[in-house]
């Protein structure tokens, strides 16, 4: 069993310990609709709430989507098929780890501002620099479904987090945004979000679960947003 622990004393008091200014990243893992996206803001608004403005960013992987055109051409070997690659979107395999473990190390070494791809959901395709990690800041909170995923070239992210919390949002209630978003996001029925959640969101959920005991502690969110 992961103890419980709210991350933002553990991280006000790894921050004020530290005598050099030194850069800490620290990860936050969910399935689909477990309110990762929420909770991250959250928490950063409190660590800046108590150690300053600018202390602290918040971070997603969904930057790191694989954009839209490299699906239409798929994805071989394994995934070779266009319309497979556009269904299965946000798979793990369809992001690139390593642009996210190669910016991650940029982020971890705190010399320049580091500029993060943001995801927009209106074109479809992440937007480089949406988010810029400047050099004063001391806190990155990176919230994402495969964090702790140990496959499909994720394997490196684990060892750049300083610590990652697993937020424990009851499956019945993380599937329950998601049918509501789907719906809302795509003009579709009742029925129709089932489906999609079925054969794609749901799989994915199933294997986060499996990354749980990867993480150093859990984390028991209120009822929050996506």
């Known amino acids: 069993m992961l103890p419980v622990e709210d991350p933002l004393p553990h991280i006000l008091a790894v921050v004020t310990a530290s005598r050099a200014p030194s850069r800490h990243i620290f990860g936050l893992v969910g399935e689909p609709g477990s309110g990762k996206t929420t909770f991250c803001a959250q928490l950063v608004r409190a660590i800046n709430a108590a150690l300053g ?128 978003r789907h719906q809302a996001a795509w003009g579709i029925s009742s029925t129709e979000a089932e489906a999609r959640v079925a054969r794609n969101d749901g799989v994915n959920a199933e294997l986060v679960r499996g990354t749980r005991a990867r993480a150093d502690a859990a984390v028991v969110a209120a009822e929050a947003g996506a």
């Open 53 to 180: 403005d600018g202390v602290a960013v918040a971070l997603s992987m969904d930057g790191f989507h694989l954009p839209r055109s490299a699906l239409d051409a798929g994805l071989p070997p394994l995934h070779p098929d266009p319309a497979e690659c556009h269904a299965r979107r946000g798979s793990p395999w369809t992001f690139s780890p390593a642009a996210m473990e190669a910016r991650l190390r940029a982020v971890a070494a705190g010399a320049a501002d580091v500029p993060w791809p943001g995801f927009d959901h209106a074109v479809g395709d992440p937007v480089e620099g949406a988010v810029v990690v400047p050099r004063g800041a001391r806190v990155a909170v990176l919230e994402g479904l495969y964090l702790l995923h140990g496959g499909d070239g994720w394997g490196g992210a684990r060892a750049l987090l300083e610590r990652c919390w697993y937020l424990d949002t009851p499956p019945p209630v993380a599937r329950k945004r998601l049918l509501a």
